[in-house]
């Protein structure tokens, strides 16, 4: 089992900043990839950021340039600074996991942090 701990989330006006962070613990597993999602009140969860193994980051496409992903590899955390927030950032944000161990890949989900960006 991979654990999760997220923190940062909060409330912010338009324009503001907020930092998420995410780190994971658990023995065995080899984390391949690490990202965060949001889900809005009734919408889908969507990708904000991941990180894959070899570095890559990948972003949604209402993020970029606004949205930064990093990665502490000694720590198996993440931190996902946020700028320029919109009221449409609003949302409860997860942390995602993608791990391998005993030839099999797993998925392991933070408890979801609220953002909440005021106008």
């Known amino acids: 089992q991979v654990q999760l701990v997220e923190s940062g989330g909060g409330l912010v006006q338009t324009g503001g900043s907020l930092t998420l962070s995410c780190a994971a613990s658990g023995s065995n597993f080899d984390i391949r990839a690490m990202a965060w999602y949001r889900q809005a009140p009734g919408k889908g969860r969507e990708l904000v950021a991941r990180?894959?193994?070899?570095?890559?980051?990948t972003y949604g496409d209402s993020v970029m340039g606004r949205f930064t992903l990093s990665r502490d590899d000694a720590k198996n955390a993440v931190t996902l600074l946020m700028n320029s927030l919109k009221p449409e950032d609003t949302a409860v944000y997860y942390c995602h996991v993608r791990a391998y161990a005993r030839r099999s890949e797993y998925e392991f989900w933070g408890q979801g942090t609220q953002v909440i960006v005021s106008s």
């Open positions: 990180i894959i193994s070899g570095g890559r980051i």
